[in-house]
């Protein structure tokens, strides 16, 4: 296939199916990635009672993910635009891959926790390319702007597959038919890829940066180890108050050493256009929500309501719904509103629905009570995704689209992590504190102790063997324990999304600069080309 450069590259017309091909293609990534994760909120409580997984286990599952992916982000889209992003489209997507049938036939948590690693760093070679090939084959800005709005809105149509899928394979066979999903998927992205999509590298970029790459993830990595064993191990106990502190130099480090840099991984300067960060903080702030509240939901309708995976995929379509006919929307209401007013409002009904399930959750709560809250949650979802990530794309110069996708997916994986970590830590935290006043004063042995402790499901399953009025007292506090905890949580980050509102109500500008004779196939990516540090 042709090799094409950012000044090689000549815009196509509309009638050029190809185009929209290779758009269809590169969803694929998001709808792959999407998919894993929604199909894998519905299976941790399978977890825990195949693998006896814990709550902090739990989110190491779902966090391991994040952190390679978060973490090899930046490399992958600096490799992307040194070499060719289809390439790296490919080749993240055979790592992808090879990391789901390892996750299929992991026989413990541990080995299942480092299989999704690696799935993390091929997603984290892929995604990246895949926006900057958005980018790079659609030039003009509003046909850019409905391709990023099909994109954002594939990451709604994989959140409605994958809890029914999810539900539908635990239904038939083991809980590695999740992860074995994913292979048809990467087959058709594979061929598709290597047919439709045009190569495309960036013949400017520099070095690549190793030690910025290193410092990146080990200050991630450490972070969010310490906020996920936080309840575990003990808030102010010395492994993680040294660990947490280890983090704050670890990417301060980063950020030093991104400055001083002559070929940092990451051009500090693209955070002075407000466009660029004031968006990329919003998709890190909205992601905490959305994410915190599908790993929370999932548990309560599971272990809570006693639903079957399937029946709680289904009732999880509220938010997956809103979210692919919001995102449909997203670029009408940012033409007519503003990027400023559509980012802030599905900021908003995030935060709303947030506060709406928080308050309703309690003991006796049923589905109908927080169905409301579902659906906000998923249609301000879908409204600020694609125009807050349109607006960080079309904010940085066409070469470096693949350093600026691997930031905007930064946002969005760091966001989700934070919001796995955060929302579930405050829930535990309360939980265990609640559950320990329980168990004061029981002659309770140790390891029967610590699984009630370690999540809801634990409690449930002792409660269960211990049967009778014992039995039947455990599992009402333990539910108790659980609700309470869900609510305050869920009210954390309510409180995370409205201050996401008014960051963005105080600085990001409403419509994208231009510049006065800039031609229309470089849109606004020109406009304001970052030169030299912050």
């Not at 106990?237 to 840099?261: K, M």
């Not at 004063?441 to 063997?465: D, E, F, K, Y």
């Not at 305050?488 to 500008?509: F, H, K, W, Y």
Request: positive net charge.
């Amino acid at each position: 296939m042709t090799q094409l450069t950012r000044s090689a590259v000549t815009p196509v017309g509309p009638q050029d199916w190809r185009r929209w091909a290779a758009l269809v293609v590169v969803c694929l990534a998001a709808l792959i990635v999407n998919v894993d994760n929604t199909i894998l909120n519905v299976a941790l409580p399978t977890l825990v009672r195949d693998l006896d997984a814990s709550s902090s286990e739990l989110q190491w599952i779902v966090d391991s993910y994040a952190i390679a992916f978060a973490g090899l982000l930046f490399v992958g889209g600096s490799l992307a635009d040194r070499f060719g992003r289809q390439r790296f489209f490919l080749i993240g997507l055979s790592v992808f891959a090879l990391g789901s049938v390892g996750a299929a036939f992991s026989g413990s948590v541990h080995v299942l926790i480092a299989c999704r690693a690696v799935m993390g760093a091929g997603a984290a070679l892929t995604i990246p390319a895949s926006l900057s090939i958005i980018n790079d084959v659609f030039r003009d800005p509003e046909e850019r702007a409905r391709a990023i709005g099909a994109w954002a809105g594939t990451i709604g149509l994989g959140i409605a597959i994958g809890p029914i899928a999810g539900g539908l394979l635990l239904s038939r066979f083991w809980w590695g038919s999740i992860f074995l999903v994913n292979i048809p998927i990467v087959l058709i992205g594979l061929v598709g890829a290597a047919a439709l999509v045009p190569d495309s590298k960036n013949p400017d970029v520099q070095r690549p940066d190793p030690v910025g790459a290193l410092l990146s993830i080990v200050g991630l990595g450490l972070l969010l180890w310490a906020i996920i064993e936080g309840p575990t191990q003990g808030w102010t106990s010395g492994i993680v108050a040294g660990t947490g502190s280890a983090s704050l130099v670890a990417l301060g480090g980063f950020v030093a050493w991104e400055w001083r840099c002559g070929h940092p991984m990451l051009k500090l300067a693209f955070f002075r256009d407000r466009r660029f960060s004031v968006a990329l903080a919003a998709e890190c702030l909205a992601v905490f929500g959305l994410m915190g509240a599908l790993f929370l939901s999932t548990q309560f309708l599971q272990f809570d309501l006693g639903l079957s995976p399937l029946a709680a995929g289904i009732r999880i379509l509220p938010i997956a719904g809103m979210v692919i006919v919001s995102a449909a929307l997203s670029p009408v209401l940012a033409r007519l509103i503003g990027t400023k007013c559509t980012v802030a409002a599905g900021l908003g009904l995030i935060a709303a629905g947030l506060w709406q399930v928080a308050a309703a959750s309690r003991l006796q709560t049923t589905y109908g009570d927080i169905v409301v809250g579902l659906v906000l949650i998923g249609f301000g979802a879908g409204l600020m995704l694609p125009t807050a990530t349109n607006s960080v794309i079309g904010s940085v110069p066409r070469g470096d689209s693949g350093i600026g996708s691997a930031t905007n997916t930064v946002a969005l994986q760091v966001g989700g992590a934070l919001g796995v970590a955060v929302v579930g830590s405050v829930m535990l935290t309360r939980y265990q504190g609640h559950m320990r006043a329980v168990l004061s004063g029981r002659h309770v042995p140790a390891s029967v102790a610590q699984t009630i402790l370690g999540s809801l499901g634990g409690a449930l399953a002792v409660a269960a063997r211990v049967g009778g009025t014992t039995g039947s007292l455990l599992a009402r506090e333990a539910r108790t324990a659980f609700m309470s905890g869900n609510g305050i949580a869920l009210a954390v980050a309510a409180i995370v999304s409205v201050a996401g509102v008014v960051l963005v109500l105080a600085a990001l500008p409403s419509q994208p600069r231009r510049v006065p004779g800039a031609r229309a196939d470089q849109g606004e990516d020109t406009a304001q080309r970052p030169r030299g540090r912050l």
